[in-house]
Nanobody, 124 residues
Framework: QVQLVESGGGLVQAGGSLRLSCAAS????????MGWFRQAPGKEREFVAA????????NYADSVKGRFTISRDNAKDTVYLQMNSLKPEDTAVYYC?????????????????WGQGTQVTVSS
C-alpha cells in the first residue's frame, strides 16, 4: 500500500506559477513511476505529466509541454510538478498517482494508487 498526499495548490493569476508536491509513504518510493493527472469540473480526468522510477525519463501532455516540469526526489519520497505560465484552462483538481512499474504510463488505469487531490485555480 502506498499513501500519497498532495500539497501546494491554490489560487493564482494567469501567468503565475505554482509548485505542487506529492509525498509518498508506505512502500519503497523507487519502485514506482509517478504521474500527475487533473480533472476540471464537468470534464474527464486527463493526463498531465509522468516520470519514471529513476527520474531519467519524463512525459507531458501537449497542453502543458514547455510550461510544466515534473521531477522527483527519491531521497525525500516526493514528486513535484512545477507549473509556470499558468492559464485559466489549467484550473482543475490535480491528482498524484503511483504506478508499480519502471516506466511511466499516460492512462489512469495504469496507476495503482492515488492521492486525494489538490485544487488549482487560475484567474484571468
Amino acid at each position: 500500500q502506498v499513501q500519497l498526499v498532495e500539497s501546494g495548490g491554490g489560487l493564482v493569476q494567469a501567468g503565475g506559477s505554482l509548485r505542487l508536491s506529492c509525498a509518498a509513504s508506505g512502500r519503497t518510493f523507487t519502485s514506482y513511476a509517478m504521474g500527475w493527472f487533473r480533472q476540471a469540473p464537468g470534464k474527464e480526468r486527463e493526463f498531465v505529466a509522468a516520470i519514471n522510477r529513476s527520474g531519467g525519463s519524463t512525459n507531458y501532455a501537449d497542453s502543458v509541454k514547455g510550461r510544466f516540469t515534473i521531477s522527483r526526489d527519491n531521497a525525500k519520497d516526493t514528486v513535484y510538478l512545477q507549473m509556470n505560465s499558468l492559464k485559466p484552462e489549467d484550473t482543475a483538481v490535480y491528482y498524484c498517482a503511483a504506478r508499480f512499474a519502471a516506466n511511466w504510463g499516460v492512462r489512469g488505469n495504469e496507476y495503482n494508487y492515488w492521492g486525494q487531490g489538490t485544487q488549482v485555480t487560475v484567474s484571468s
